[in-house]
């Protein structure tokens, strides 16, 4: 009996932690700040004065 519910809670854990990680990536995806490629390559040179 233990075993079986042991089994259930690691198939529990098993498929959920997939779907929280996909939805936790999403949440990071959705607020990136998107900018052109100017902008791009002026913030990766780091010649601007702009605080970030």
Do not use: C, K, N
């Not at 690691?10 to 936790?24: E, H, K, Q």
């Not at 990071?28 to 490629?37: A, K």
Request: glycine share 2%; charged share 35%.
């Amino acid at each position: 009996m233990a075993d079986g519910a042991l089994l259930i809670v690691f198939l529990l854990v098993a498929i959920a932690s997939p779907l929280v990680l996909y939805w936790l990536v999403r949440a990071e995806h959705d607020q990136r700040e998107e900018m052109s490629r100017e902008e791009a390559e002026r913030v990766a040179r780091r010649d601007t004065d702009d605080e970030r």
